[in-house]
C-alpha cells in the first residue's frame, strides 16, 4: 500500500467512524445559541487554531447568503496581541479562559479543538463554560484524552497521527456549518 492509499485509508475511517449522534446534539446547541444571540467561542493551538478560524468564517458568512444574521462566532486565538500579553504576563495555559472572563455569558458555546484531547488552554476554557452555564463541544483525536471527558458533547476521531485527525476535523466542522445553513433553509 502506498504512502497516499494508507493516509486516505485513515481518514476515510475515521469520517466512516464519526459519532453521527454527537454531531446532531452539537448541531442543535449551535441552533439554540444560535436563536437566543448567544456566542459560539472557539479555540485550539496550531491547526486546530486554523480549523477554529476557518468555522467562524462558515457560521459568519454562511447565513449571510441565503439573508440571514451570522452566527455570533468567534476564535479565541485572532487577538494575537491578547494572546501574547496572557502569555506573557499571566500563563500560556490561560490564553482561551482570559477572553473568557470578560465575554462570555450563560448559554454561550465553547467548542475546543485538541488532536491529543489534552491542550492545557483549551481544557481551561472547557472548564470554566461547564462551570458557567455554557454548552461545550469537544473535537478530539488519539485517546480523547481529557476534552472527550469534560466536554459535555465530545466528537472523538480514534486516530493518533495529527494529520488525519485534524483532516476529519475540518470534515466534521464543515458538516456541521453545512448542516446548519441547510437547517436555516428549511426554516425559511
Same mark, same amino acid.
Given at each position: 500500500?502506498?504512502?497516499?492509499?494508507?493516509?486516505?485509508?485513515?481518514?476515510?475511517?475515521?469520517?466512516?467512524?464519526?459519532?453521527?449522534? !454527537?454531531?446532531?446534539?452539537?448541531?442543535?446547541?449551535?441552533?439554540?445559541?444560535?436563536?437566543?444571540?448567544?456566542?459560539?467561542?472557539?479555540?485550539?493551538?496550531?491547526?486546530?487554531?486554523?480549523?477554529?478560524?476557518?468555522?467562524?468564517?462558515?457560521?459568519?458568512?454562511?447565513?449571510?447568503?441565503?439573508?440571514?444574521?451570522?452566527?455570533?462566532?468567534?476564535?479565541?486565538?485572532?487577538?494575537?496581541?491578547?494572546?501574547?500579553?496572557?502569555?506573557?504576563?499571566?500563563?500560556?495555559?490561560?490564553?482561551?479562559?482570559?477572553?473568557?472572563?470578560?465575554?462570555?455569558?450563560?448559554?454561550?458555546?465553547?467548542?475546543?479543538?485538541? !488532536?491529543?484531547?489534552?491542550?492545557?488552554?483549551?481544557?481551561?476554557?472547557?472548564?470554566?463554560?461547564?462551570?458557567?452555564?455554557?454548552?461545550?463541544?469537544?473535537?478530539?483525536?488519539?485517546?480523547?484524552?481529557?476534552?472527550?471527558?469534560?466536554?459535555?458533547?465530545?466528537?472523538?476521531?480514534?486516530?493518533?497521527?495529527?494529520?488525519?485527525?485534524?483532516?476529519?476535523?475540518?470534515?466534521?466542522?464543515?458538516?456541521?456549518?453545512?448542516?446548519?445553513?441547510?437547517?436555516?433553509?428549511?426554516?425559511?
Amino acid at each position: 500500500m502506498s504512502f497516499l492509499d494508507a493516509y486516505f485509508a485513515d481518514i476515510t475511517t475515521l469520517v466512516a467512524d464519526l459519532d453521527h449522534e !454527537a454531531m446532531a446534539r452539537a448541531l442543535n446547541a449551535i441552533k439554540t445559541a444560535y436563536a437566543a444571540g448567544r456566542h459560539v467561542f472557539l479555540c485550539g493551538n496550531g491547526g486546530s487554531s486554523a480549523t477554529a478560524a476557518h468555522m467562524v468564517n462558515d457560521l459568519t458568512k454562511m447565513p449571510m447568503t441565503i439573508g440571514k444574521k451570522g452566527v455570533r462566532a468567534l476564535n479565541l486565538s485572532d487577538n494575537v496581541p491578547l494572546l501574547m500579553a496572557i502569555s506573557n504576563d499571566i500563563d500560556y495555559a490561560d490564553i482561551f479562559v482570559m477572553p473568557l472572563k470578560a465575554h462570555f455569558e450563560r448559554g454561550d458555546i465553547v467548542l475546543g479543538i485538541s !488532536a491529543s484531547g489534552n491542550s492545557e488552554n483549551v481544557i481551561r476554557a472547557v472548564e470554566y463554560a461547564n462551570a458557567n452555564g455554557g454548552v461545550t463541544i469537544g473535537l478530539c483525536g488519539f485517546t480523547g484524552g481529557r476534552l472527550h471527558d469534560l466536554a459535555q458533547i465530545p466528537i472523538y476521531t480514534a486516530n493518533n497521527k495529527y494529520g488525519p485527525v485534524e483532516d476529519a476535523h475540518c470534515i466534521v466542522l464543515h458538516a456541521l456549518a453545512y448542516w446548519f445553513i441547510d437547517e436555516l433553509k428549511r426554516e425559511s
